[in-house]
């Protein structure tokens, strides 16, 4: 059975207009067919008068990926108030306005292209207040993992419509709360991390899933949101794991059906779901492969 996506704070914008187009082809016999395939575009981000990042996107939630984007590369200031958000469609650019001044052309020259799809960037030093994180010991419950899978990846998503895309749902213990998607994973996470900021939520006490590999990049944006557990269908790379394990978060992949690996923070988990009384996935869903 497909869950409700009316059970979700935000559910998947999968009908959204502009984010898919119709596109003819041949396919593998010859025949001709129409299949509907993921729109992108550019957004340029400013912070007050300064231009810092065009980013590739879906288009959708612009305010929420402009705030943060900027949270999470640290241009943002815990409680730094944040007077407007301008968007501007025609022109393709968020203007997010606050009451403090912007320099960072220093920072702006420190740019490294990280291995996301959709190639997401990050500016200055990738660990920088990474040392000052603590994150919280809050437990987390095998229960849940096999529950929010369930409700994700039988969720109604442009993934599910079209493909190509990714998706990164913020849960609360065995609820999925926000889900966002966009044709980078840097790009959903930085959307939930805007609305975060935007409804004054923490994440002390949340999950963010992830169909996405788990890069250095996944990890520090997750950590510097203070979310203490990270999930993916999907595997880990060397590095995400060795900063996952130093700064204290669990770090959990290649979550698919009854399986799955913890290679940072199993401290925090209490095992109470045989997964022998899991039940298989079934329907079309996520391949894991993303």
Request: charged share 25%; hydrophobic share 40%.
């Amino acid at each position: 059975m497909i869950e409700n996506s009316s059970n979700y704070v935000i559910p998947p914008n999968n009908t959204g207009d502009g984010l898919t187009r119709v596109v003819s082809g041949r396919d593998h016999t010859g025949a001709v067919q129409e299949i509907p395939v993921v729109e992108e575009r550019p957004l340029t981000i400013f912070l007050n008068g300064q231009e810092i990042v065009t980013a590739m996107t879906i288009g959708d939630y612009p305010a929420y990926l402009a705030l943060g984007f900027l949270r999470n590369q640290g241009m943002l200031a815990v409680g730094e108030s944040v007077l407007g958000v301008d968007y501007d469609e025609e022109l393709e650019t968020v203007v997010v306005r606050t009451d403090g001044s912007t320099i960072y052309e220093e920072k702006l020259k420190k740019k490294t292209r990280t291995s996301g799809c959709a190639v997401g960037t990050v500016f200055g030093d990738m660990m920088e207040g990474l040392d000052q994180v603590v994150l919280p010991k809050a437990e987390l419950r095998t229960s849940w993992l096999y529950a929010l899978a369930r409700q994700i990846n039988q969720t109604p998503s442009l993934y599910l419509a079209a493909g190509a895309i990714h998706g990164s749902v913020l849960c609360r213990e065995d609820r999925p709360l926000v889900y966002m998607e966009d044709v980078g994973r840097h790009n959903a996470v930085d959307k939930i991390a805007g609305w975060m900021l935007s409804e004054k939520v923490e994440g002390g006490d949340k999950i963010m899933y992830t169909t996405g590999r788990l890069t250095s990049e996944m990890v520090i944006k997750c950590a510097l949101m203070g979310i203490p557990v990270l999930v993916s269908r999907s595997g880990f790379t060397a590095w995400g794991v060795e900063i996952a394990q130093q700064v204290g978060l669990t770090l959990i992949g290649r979550m698919r059906g009854k399986r799955f690996m913890c290679l940072s923070g199993a401290d925090r988990m209490i095992w109470d779901a045989d997964p022998d009384h899991v039940a298989e996935e079934k329907g079309k869903r996520r391949s894991g492969n993303e």
